[in-house]
């Protein structure tokens, strides 16, 4: 985050805009539910026709156009709107890289809420608004979570699926820990045939993985062990298992308990391969990893963005002899690498 030279006057710009940052937020969420950016994209240009596609009213539509405008989403031309570059990848539907259905838990109001009680969050060290304990089963958020985030995972499925070499068909067993969508693990058997995934999961939200395995063609070879990732029997003799972006979630001894189960299902030689936040040492770099465990102090009782170093120890009491770490290229989110 920039600060001011020596040569410019202070000013409360930057008060202003933090403290309106919340409509911004909820002006994409609104455009991305009327499902404005594909409207845009299939020639609903003018504010009269969006407003008869979408079915809000003109005046609705106009300013909320105008102000996505502001925001570089759309760009505005005698009354014509167009989509900017990045709306039409990640917002138009119709791309293969369509992403809006993230807002739907980024926004949603199981999130907010948590946000609008940082307060107490912040005076308890902890989440203020319920839910916080993300050892008990939480169908609906998780649910939810597994059906809008999938689109969020295809650069890090991917390269985890290549840091793993998968593509060299080698004959393998994973086991992919709270999968979630199961994207990660999903990416790994596609690039693999010989590859063979144990997903773990709440069951309802394991029924979305199966559900994506199904339509992968990978189903055959997607096999399900329903309950906690802290008391279901995992079973042994894997390869690899995924643990993605859930040790921020708990605390140090609590990762540390999870990370000694998932050793013990390890063969020898096996890899743990987590990916996560990872922010420097200091902190407060690289901003969107650092800025992470704000989140986890509104959103979980005791989780947090860790650093190399306390991953490193963790894994280390948890038994495993190295962990090396990988930045995935253009996202905000690393690898690491635990060998047993």
Request: with cysteine; charged share 20%; hydrophobic share 40%.
């Amino acid at each position: 985050m920039a600060t001011p030279s020596s040569n410019t006057r202070p000013t409360p710009e930057r008060i202003f805009n933090t403290l309106n940052a919340y409509q911004q937020s909820f002006a994409l969420r609104t455009a991305i539910d009327l499902d404005v950016f594909t409207a845009i994209a299939e020639g609903s240009t003018e504010a009269a026709s969006l407003a008869t596609r979408t079915g809000a009213a003109e005046r609705g539509i106009r300013t909320l156009c105008d102000c996505l405008t502001i925001l570089g989403f759309l760009t505005k031309q005698d009354g014509r709107y167009g989509l900017s570059p990045e709306s039409g990848i990640f917002l138009n539907k119709r791309s293969p890289a369509y992403m809006g259905a993230i807002a739907g838990f980024l926004v949603n109001d199981v999130m907010t809420n948590k946000f609008s009680s940082l307060t107490a969050a912040v005076k308890k060290g902890g989440s203020a608004a319920g839910h916080g304990d993300n050892q008990e089963e939480n169908d609906e958020m998780w649910v939810t979570f597994a059906r809008t985030m999938a689109s969020m995972t295809m650069p890090a499925a991917a390269f985890i699926s290549q840091l793993t070499g998968m593509p060299q068909g080698k004959p393998c067993k994973i086991l992919d820990i709270a999968a979630g969508h199961g994207m990660y693990g999903i990416g790994m058997a596609k690039s693999n045939p010989n590859a063979q995934v144990t997903a773990a999961d709440w069951p309802n939200v394991l029924a979305v993985a199966k559900e994506n395995a199904q339509a992968a063609g990978i189903a055959d070879r997607y096999t399900a062990r329903p309950g906690s990732a802290f008391d279901t029997e995992l079973g042994d003799g894997y390869d690899y298992v995924l643990l993605t972006n859930f040790f921020h979630h708990f605390d140090q001894p609590t990762c540390e308990k999870l990370m000694k189960r998932v050793h013990a299902a390890l063969k020898p030689g096996g890899q743990a391969i987590t990916l996560e936040f990872v922010p420097n040492e200091d902190r407060v770099t690289p901003a969107m990893p650092a800025m992470f465990s704000l989140v986890m102090l509104a959103t979980t009782d005791s989780g947090d963005a860790y650093t190399l170093a306390e991953y490193e120890k963790m894994f280390r009491n948890a038994g495993f002899s190295k962990t090396t770490l990988h930045q995935i290229p253009e996202i905000p989110q690393q690898v690491l690498v635990s060998e047993k």
